[in-house]
Each structure stands twice: as C-alpha cells, then as structure tokens.
C-alpha cells in the first residue's frame, strides 16, 4: 500500500493543489492521496485564516471525482497545530506497512531546515517536491531525484527525495483570495463545487 500526503491550508484548495496530487499519484502508482488540511500552519501564522471547517468542506468537494483521494481529519481533529511528522508517525500507526510519500511545493521545501525534526521525518516518509513557478528545488540538504514524466516510478524502500519539474501551476490560495475580494474571476483554478460553496457561505467576500 502506497499513501501520499498533502498537508496545506487550503484557504482555500486550487487546481495547483490538485495538479500536484495527480502527477505524484500517477508517477508513483499511489493507491490513495491523503489531503490533509492543517487546523493551523505548524510555522505561521496567519491572522483571518478560514474556519478549518470550511477548509475541510472545500478539499471534500474538490476531490470527490478522482478515485483514490481523500481528506483527513488527523489535524483538524485535535483543534491544535500538528507538525507533520507527528502526523506521519500516526498514520504509521493507522496504516501498519505503508509505505508513505510527502508532496510538498518547492517552496515549502525550500524551509526544509526549519520543519520540525525533519531528519526523523526522513526515516518515516520519501518526499515528492513539485515544481513551483518561481522557486527552484533544493539539492544541498538531500540529495535529489528527478522524476520527468515516466509513469509508475517505482517508490524506494528506503526513503527518498523527488522533484517532479512537470507541475507547472502558476496560483496559491493568496493570489485567489485576492482575487475573490475584488469579484475577480477564478473559474480557471477552484472548481466549480468548491466556487458555489465559497459563495453560499460568503467566504472571502
Ligand atoms: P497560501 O498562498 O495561502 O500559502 P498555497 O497556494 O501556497 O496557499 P498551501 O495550502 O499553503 O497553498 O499549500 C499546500 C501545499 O501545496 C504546499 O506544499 C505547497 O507548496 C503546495 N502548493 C500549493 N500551490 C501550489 C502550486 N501552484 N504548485 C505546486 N505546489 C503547490
Ligand atoms: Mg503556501
């Protein structure tokens, strides 16, 4: 069994989210992607974040149409910050003989340094770093893999980094965020389920 994670805020989820979650999915022939939204960011914190309730409802409905993704509630169960590789011990425990697969952006892995325990997280989960427009990948902290667009990689038994240079998804939440303040239009990153559901409960208005 093959999990990959995707930790985030989601406030809210875009199509980058979901580009990021399918390329790693297919590359690696993963079983399930988990779509884990953060009760708060672990390392910052960010004044007027939506309700993780709303957050979660957002990931629900944008990926109820692909087979093999699911949202979690390890985190925003607990009503606290989780750090991730508290997150990946316990779904160890959830999931005995699983093998795991972090996605993060090339941002994200850019702080590498500052995640918490982030030599133990090594031991519990491979990483798959996804392009980012505008953030080159790392190679001084671990060494790297590329990964182009060859389907069912198969994932090491040991664990491993990836950088996956084929995601290509120039959006984040902030830059729609803004956009939804200024009635601008977001058809082409949050779908359609996701757009009705910001509307009827007046987010980001
Ligand atoms: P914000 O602008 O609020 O930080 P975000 O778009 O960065 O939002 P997050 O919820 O912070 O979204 O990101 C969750 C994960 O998804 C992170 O690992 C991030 O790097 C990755 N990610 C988000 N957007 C993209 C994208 N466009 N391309 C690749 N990875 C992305
Ligand atoms: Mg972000």
């Given at each position: 069994?093959?999990?990959?994670?995707?930790?985030?805020t989601?406030d809210?989820?875009?199509?980058?989210?979901?580009?990021?979650a399918?390329?790693?999915?297919?590359?690696?022939?993963?079983?399930?992607?988990?779509?884990?939204?953060?009760?708060?960011?672990?390392?910052?914190?960010?004044?007027?974040?939506?309700?993780?309730f709303?957050?979660?409802?957002?990931?629900?409905l944008?990926?109820m149409?692909?087979?093999?993704?699911?949202?979690?509630?390890?985190e925003v169960?607990?009503l606290?910050s989780r750090?991730?590789?508290?997150?990946l011990?316990?779904m160890?425990?959830?999931?005995?003989g699983?093998?795991f697969?972090?996605?993060?952006g090339a941002?994200?892995?850019a702080?590498?340094e500052e995640?918490?325990?982030?030599?133990?997280?090594f031991d519990?989960a491979?990483v798959?770093?996804?392009?980012?427009?505008?953030?080159?990948?790392?190679?001084?902290?671990?060494?790297?893999e590329?990964?182009?667009?060859?389907?069912?990689q198969p994932?090491?038994t040991?664990?491993?980094v990836?950088?996956?240079?084929g995601?290509?998804?120039?959006?984040?939440?902030?830059?729609?965020?803004?956009?939804?303040?200024n009635g601008t239009d977001?058809?082409?990153?949050?779908p359609?389920?996701?757009?009705t559901?910001?509307?009827?409960?007046?987010?980001?208005?």
């Open positions: 069994m093959k999990i990959a994670i995707l930790g985030g989601f809210p989820i875009h199509n980058g989210h979901i580009r990021a399918r390329t790693v999915a297919r590359a690696f022939a993963v079983d399930e992607v988990h779509f884990v939204p953060a009760f708060t960011p672990p390392h910052k914190s960010r004044t007027g974040l939506t309700s993780p709303h957050r979660f409802a957002m990931v629900a944008a990926i149409e692909f087979d093999g993704f699911r949202v979690s509630t390890i169960d607990r606290e750090y991730t590789v508290d997150t011990a316990l160890h425990e959830r999931h005995p699983a093998a697969l972090l996605i993060t941002d994200l892995y702080e590498i995640w918490k325990s982030h030599d133990r997280l519990l491979s798959a770093v996804v392009h980012r427009p505008g953030f080159s990948m790392r190679d001084d902290v671990r060494s790297v590329v990964v182009r667009d060859r389907p069912e994932l090491s040991t664990p491993r990836y950088y996956l240079p995601v290509d998804a120039d959006v984040s939440s902030t830059a729609l965020r803004q956009r939804l303040r977001v058809e082409e990153w949050i359609p389920a996701v757009q559901y910001i509307t009827s409960n007046r987010l980001y208005s």
